[in-house]
Structures are given as structure tokens and as C-alpha cells.
């Protein structure tokens, strides 16, 4: 694992971490969001995004699939 860091998980809150897989014959960027209630992870298969691009791609199938719960 290579460029790991900590982004902004967005108005949903909690955590936002990204990096890139190494594998033998290709790598691969992969985000990850946790908060108290649901975790989600994104991962470009096909080795052609920035931990960046991902990032923000991630924030948005966060955004379309979280609903925050009325209390």
C-alpha cells in the first residue's frame, strides 16, 4: 500500500482514507468512508484514477446512497 492519507469525509462526517494497492501487475486506488453507521468502499478496478480523483468520486456515491436519519 502506497499513498495513504486521510481526506475530507464531507458534511456527512466521519472518516475518509484513501490509497493505492500495489498487486504484481497493477495498482489500484481505493477510498474508504466509515461514521457510526455505515462504511462504503470505492475501488478503480481498471488503475487509472488518483487517490484524489477517487476521493471525490467517492464522495458523490456517498452523497447519492447516505441519507441522514431523522432523530
Do not use: F, H, K, N
Request: net charge negative.
Amino acid at each position: 500500500m502506497t499513498e495513504l492519507q486521510e481526506l475530507p469525509a464531507g458534511p456527512l462526517g466521519g472518516e475518509l482514507v484513501c490509497a493505492v494497492l500495489v498487486y504484481p501487475s497493477l495498482s489500484q486506488s481505493t477510498c474508504a468512508w466509515a461514521d457510526g453507521s455505515t462504511v462504503g468502499i470505492v475501488t478503480d478496478t481498471a488503475g487509472r484514477s488518483e487517490p484524489q480523483e477517487l476521493a471525490a468520486r467517492t464522495l458523490d456515491i456517498r452523497a447519492a446512497v447516505e441519507v441522514r436519519v431523522r432523530d
